[in-house]
């Protein structure tokens, strides 16, 4: 298990019934989520008074509604600055689980003590690139959507890494995966999170249960002889920590190393119990 318990500016207050209670600054919302399968009573108060609500549709997807809410606004987490802006399908611009795997990141690089190239890939509002460049990585960014890129980019800024080495592509990621294996360029550390379908600029497919097992080998050709870590994330159904494990073990054993997988989670205030977001496998070449 692989816990975000370094937040002060984010906090998962409670859950109940497909639902959680969330504070992001001090805004209070309330999200749907299909993890959350038990009932509890909801003696919060803000669980009625929340800032914004998303509500699903009986034909799918579905719609903020909102009270007192500005169109966006900053969080931190440790010395790093990220905006929030309320998105289609309920997202906000960040997923707080992945602070471990931001934790995780900075902890190797720094450790490293040497200069290091990182990969992010299918890398949404940039919080891993930006957590990598303030641990002093030289970062590769890369998505299919421009809008998410040019959120990374303003991430970036506020967090006052603009003067930083990143380089921000807007393209397909096994495109510019295998333009890079031609070039001969070669990365230290590589992070994906992979969506469980989507499309590239150029209509590109991409379906996580088919294309993931070729996929890691093909980035195995992107790796330094003394590469330091891949992580991937996957928040698809399909695809459960264990499998998640099994998978890049086996994609990664002809390099070594070690692998670990778990659940990334969120600490719940009101229970004390975690709340299961997603599964994450890091291999590590470099054990020290």
């Given at each position: 298990m692989f816990l975000s318990d370094s937040w002060k500016d984010y906090e998962l207050i409670d859950?109940?019934?497909?639902?959680?209670?969330?504070?992001?600054g001090k805004y209070i919302f309330?999200?749907?989520?299909?993890?959350?399968?038990?009932?509890?009573?909801?003696?919060?108060?803000?669980?009625?008074?929340?800032?914004?609500k998303y509500c699903r549709s009986n034909t799918g997807g579905g719609h903020w509604e909102t009270k007192?809410?500005?169109?966006?606004?900053?969080?931190?987490?440790?010395?790093?600055?990220?905006?929030?802006?309320?998105?289609?399908?309920?997202?906000?611009?960040?997923?707080?689980?992945?602070?471990?795997?931001?934790?995780?990141?900075q902890a190797k690089i720094r450790?490293?003590?040497?200069?290091?190239?990182?990969?992010?890939?299918?890398?949404?509002?940039?919080?891993?690139?930006?957590?990598?460049?303030?641990?002093?990585?030289?970062?590769?960014?890369?998505?299919?959507?421009?809008?998410?890129?040019?959120?990374?980019?303003?991430?970036?800024?506020?967090?006052g890494l603009s003067d930083r080495p990143v380089r921000f592509f807007v393209d397909d990621c096994e495109k510019l995966v295998r333009r890079e294996i031609r070039r001969g360029n070669r990365y230290d550390a590589i992070v994906m999170d992979p969506p469980s379908f989507g499309r590239g600029p150029g209509g590109e497919t991409w379906k996580?249960?088919?294309?993931?097992?070729?996929?890691?080998?093909?980035?195995?050709?992107?790796?330094?002889d003394d590469a330091l870590f891949v992580i991937v994330n996957t928040y698809s159904d399909g695809i459960t920590p264990g499998s998640l494990d099994t998978l890049v073990k086996t994609a990664f054993s002809p390099l070594g190393g070690r692998v670990t997988t778990g659940e990334l989670t969120l600490p719940i205030t009101s229970s004390g119990l975690t709340l299961p977001c997603g599964a994450a496998s890091r291999w590590e070449g470099d054990l020290r």
């Open positions: 859950t109940s019934d497909g639902e959680r209670l969330e504070r992001f309330v999200r749907p989520d299909p993890k959350i399968l038990w009932k509890s009573e909801k003696r919060d108060p803000r669980w009625k008074s929340a800032h914004a007192n809410v500005p169109d966006e606004w900053d969080i931190a987490w440790r010395d790093l600055t990220f905006t929030i802006h309320p998105m289609n399908f309920k997202h906000t611009g960040i997923f707080p689980e992945q602070a471990a795997n931001w934790d995780f990141i450790k490293a003590g040497r200069p290091v190239k990182l990969l992010n890939l299918f890398a949404y509002t940039g919080a891993a690139t930006a957590a990598a460049a303030a641990a002093g990585a030289e970062v590769v960014h890369v998505d299919a959507a421009r809008g998410m890129v040019a959120r990374a980019k303003e991430n970036l800024n506020r967090s996580i249960e088919h294309a993931l097992f070729d996929f890691l080998k093909l980035t195995q050709e992107l790796l330094t």
